[in-house]
């Protein structure tokens, strides 16, 4: 029965729309999905001195206060106000005319006192003066050879010398100027700056958890390298000699909770001078076998908890929750939660997601790791 017109032509129209719509299925089906690409970095495990990096201030190795000895007028001064002294040398000479005066007045009273002394020994044993007699002339000699000596020493007192060498300030009294013996006021200051003091504070969180993890195990001492320290300057350049540790406070201060530590520095240059601001360097333990991770390769959730995404065996995105308490370098010093031969993505990480499988090559924003030498905490 042949179809009528209309009903043919519906039918045909029918059909194009089918397909048609089974064409744009075909042409919009997304293509497959590729396996994401990320970059990674192979951890290794590696030993490194635990340094911490402290601020402090230099102080002269000793510091004298020339004060005068005896009373009177400044003649000469005789040195330069800067420059360095030795020990032994003359800074002031003090009016000795005074002096010298008391001193003949003495040997006077002296040779008097022995005359007698030695012509009552003749006379006592012939009992032509009384025992008692004798006794005073020998006491008097001996009165008038202290006199004698004070005399002495207080003319020496009128050079004023030098008790150190060392640099010596400026000059705080000028040639005629009255200086007394016991004044508060030093006529001038002398400085040792070669060696060196340097004075810097630690807090004792820091101390206690060192000598946790070395109780623990976690660290290994130094030994001799522990007691070494270096320096940076104001500029960020190192002082180019290496100081030892000399000792800590036995005591916490109580305003902040840190102790002090004293290293002392060869300054033969002294490029360093009392009161400079300096950060210290102090190599206190050996960590072995530490893991190192990138920074790049750890983040932080939201309840600030440190996290990291590693490639497992099965080449699918793992996450780990992370101990890292210190940086060291561009590194973290990891604890817990990373292992050795762990492949830590440090690229492509907005890109995936833990479960998610993926294709790991090495990393090109992370340089290939070295030894490091140490790891540097600070505490300021």
Known sequence: MPMKPAFAALVSAIALATLSLAGCKEASAPPPAQTPKVGVVTLQPQDFTLTTELPGR????????????????????????????????????????????????AQATLASAQSLADRYKDLVSDQAVSKQAYDE????????????????????????????????GRSAVTEGALVNNGQSQAMATIQQLDPIFVDVTQSTKDLLRLRRDLESGRLEKAGKSGAKVSLLLEDGSAYPHQGSL??????????????????????????????????????????????????????????????????NAENKVELRQLKAERTVGDLWLVN???????????????????????????????????????????NH
């Open 137 to 168: 002339s020998q006491a008097a000699r001996l009165q008038a050879e202290a006199a004698m000596e004070k005399a002495r020493i207080d003319l020496r007192y009128t050079k004023v010398l030098a008790p150190i060498s060392g640099r010596v």
């Open 58 to 105: 230099t102080t002269a190795y000793r510091i004298a206060e020339v004060r005068p000895q005896v009373d009177g007028i400044i003649q000469k001064r005789l040195f330069t106000e800067g420059s360095e002294v030795k020990a032994g040398q003359q800074l002031y000479q003090i009016d000795p005319s005074v002096y010298t005066a008391t001193l003949k007045s």
């Open 246 to 311: 000399e000792f800590s406070e036995v005591s916490v201060d109580e305003g902040t909770g840190s102790v002090t530590l004293r290293a002392v520095f060869p300054n033969p240059d002294h490029s360093l001078l009392p009161g400079m601001f300096v950060h210290a360097r102090l190599g206190s333990a050996i960590k072995q076998q530490a893991i190192l991770a990138p920074q790049q390769g750890v983040t932080r959730d939201l309840k600030g908890q440190a996290t990291a995404l590693v490639v």
């Open 336 to 378: 817990e939660g990373l292992n050795a031969g762990d492949r830590l993505i440090t690229e492509g990480l907005q890109f995936v997601h833990p479960g998610v499988e993926v294709s790991a090559a090495p990393a090109t924003n992370v340089a290939p790791q070295k030894p490091v030498a140490d790891g540097l905490t600070s």
